[in-house]
């Protein structure tokens, strides 16, 4: 069975710098796009990045461009976010999300991590 | 970005009921449209997907219908973990966004 495994989160100040990582198991984890999805508390879900299979195309929502990295490494079935320049408003719980895409199916977020809790504050 | 607009944002109802969520995008998404829910507390599922197929292990009582921008999702007959908040989403754009959230409570 699929799972993702979520580490790197907790306290940092303000203009810290927080990484946070997704190890993956039970899928052919190189085959598949991830996204990373954020939802700050009491909040709706926020998509902040993708990454494609092969880690050569990424998009990121503006909030966080420039101040977030989204990586993988596929040799490690690994999924990384590397935050910097952490603001107050980016408390959140983070997931890691895997992507399914089928051609007559679209695109959809099918499998999530457990999340992790970043809390910005001084 | 394309916005992804949800009404109600909360609706009450009871065990039996049925209910209908809406969700109006900024933009034609053509079948690009996806419905997720949340359990307090837990992480949020794939309920539907390209507007109404159903997810592997989604009871019938779930469906989804729509198209071009605007899109709904019926619950035919309420279940008690159906308590939930519910979301839509759109993938036709790279910058893929949310609804807000439609709180279904007791």
């Known amino acids: 069975e699929m799972q993702l495994v979520q580490s790197g989160g907790g306290l940092v100040q303000p203009g810290g710098s927080l990484r946070l990582s997704c190890e993956a198991s039970?899928?052919?984890?190189?085959?598949?796009?991830m996204n990373w999805v954020r939802q700050a508390p009491g909040k709706g879900l926020e998509w902040i990045s993708y990454?494609?299979?092969?880690?050569?195309?990424?998009h990121y929502v503006d909030s966080v461009k420039g101040r977030f990295t989204i990586s993988r490494d596929n040799a490690k079935n690994s999924l990384f976010l590397q935050m910097n320049s952490l603001r107050v408003e980016d408390t959140a719980v983070y997931y890691c999300?895997?992507?399914?895409?089928?051609?007559?199916?679209?695109?959809?977020?099918?499998?999530w991590g457990p999340g992790t809790l970043v809390t910005v504050s001084s | 970005d394309i916005q992804m607009t949800q009404s109600p944002s909360s609706l009450s109802a009871s065990v039996g009921d049925r209910v209908t969520i809406t969700c109006r995008s900024s933009?034609?998404?053509?079948?690009?449209l996806n419905w997720y829910r949340q359990r307090p507390g837990k992480v949020p599922e794939l309920l539907i997907y390209t507007i109404s197929n159903l997810q592997i292990g989604v009871p019938s009582t779930f469906s989804g219908s729509g198209s071009g921008t605007d899109f709904t999702l019926t619950i035919s007959s309420l279940q008690p973990e159906d308590f939930a908040t519910y979301y839509c989403q759109q993938s036709y754009s790279s910058r893929i966004t949310f609804g807000q959230g439609t709180r279904l409570d007791i």
């Open positions: 933009q034609p998404i053509k079948n690009y």
């Open positions: 999300v895997r992507q399914y895409y089928g051609l007559l199916t679209g695109y959809y977020f099918d499998k």
């Open positions: 039970g899928l052919t984890f190189s085959t598949y796009e």
């Open positions: 990454i494609s299979s092969s880690g050569d195309n990424i």
